[in-house]
């Protein structure tokens, strides 16, 4: 009984509850209460009961139908738009390049003065500016549409950038040498986004109930716009740093367990973490690097 009680707390607090009851309360100010009133009290105890099931059946499999979407949609809100969208996309990343570029400049201009004779409101745009260049991708050709894809994208690049190990070909890899302590810590932060884009999308499909009522169309839109910059962003800055933690903290690991040569210097990490990649990726054959002994692993 208790389990079957925090299964019914979590279907009624989900956003699939609140999309199927305001659906039903829109439906009802639009054609009034009391038809659907009356032919609920007219039913047995039996009938009611199983009205009350299939509404429960009907929101946990809506629920778990969207839940597969979360990816989808989060690629999305990155603005992986394929081809169709091909000049809205190359448009958006130009003007958001050329918005880093307008940041650096003036990052640049305030860098160059002596940080003692900045005024206060300088180092705070400093500060701001230094935290959104650093979850901003360097390259125009990796800039993406949206501000959640620039700032994912940039943690995945910087992996590379620093060290020579590329995300998409390392992080299978890597994850199976992380502490379930790490590993907890970046479900969670995952678990988080997932959950926010879920909402944001619950948000969106409010709009399907507009035929009753035509303010819901800028009521969702506002509504799924605040989701996105209040819950999306920061959870999926969250994410970012930890997984750019993961990498300064544990990559080590993946040196040695593929028997690796580790890198004694910054300068020779990068051209170890480049064929590394490389050899994660495609394969080798070449006679170098050398396997470090099993007994040195």
């Known amino acids: 009984s208790g389990k079957l009680a925090e299964r019914w707390t979590a279907t009624v607090l989900a956003p699939a509850f609140a999309f199927w009851l305001g659906g039903l309360a829109l439906r009802a100010t639009k054609l ?12 047995t105890n039996d009938a009611q009961l199983g009205i009350l099931i299939a509404g429960l059946l009907l929101i946990t499999i809506s629920g778990t139908v969207i839940q597969r979407f979360d990816l989808a949609t989060l690629r999305f809100l990155q603005g992986y738009w394929g081809l169709t969208l091909k000049p809205l996309t190359n448009r958006l990343k130009q003007l958001a ?3 880093t570029l307008k940041q650096r400049n003036q990052f640049q201009k305030l860098t160059q003065l002596p940080i003692h004779s900045l005024k206060p409101e300088q180092r705070n745009t400093l500060l701001q500016l ?12 990796l800039t993406m549409p949206t501000r959640l894809g620039n700032l994912l994208r940039a943690a995945e690049q910087k992996s590379y950038d620093r060290y020579g190990l590329d995300t998409l070909v390392c992080w299978p890899r890597l994850w199976l040498q992380l502490p379930d302590s790490a ?20 948000c969106m499909l409010f709009i399907l109930w507009s035929f009753w009522n035509l303010w819901i169309i800028p009521i969702a839109l506002i509504a799924a716009a605040f989701v996105y910059y209040q819950w999306i962003l920061p959870a999926a800055a969250l994410y970012a740093d930890l997984l750019e933690a993961t990498f300064d903290l544990y990559r080590i690991e993946l040196y040695k367990a593929l028997r690796w040569p580790l890198p004694q210097s910054p300068a020779e990490e990068k051209s170890l973490g480049l064929q590394l990649t490389a050899y994660l990726w495609r394969g080798s054959d070449d006679p170098h690097p050398q396997f470090l002994p099993i007994d040195d692993k």
Do not use: C, M
């Open 183 to 202: 590993k907890k810590a970046l479900e969670t932060a995952r678990d988080n986004l997932n959950t926010n884009v879920r909402i944001w999308l619950w």
């Open 130 to 141: 230094d935290w959104q260049l650093a979850h901003r991708p360097a390259q125009p050709h």
């Open 32 to 43: 009034g209460w009391q038809d659907p009133v009356d032919f609920f009290k007219s039913l």
């Open 97 to 99: 390049y050329q918005s």
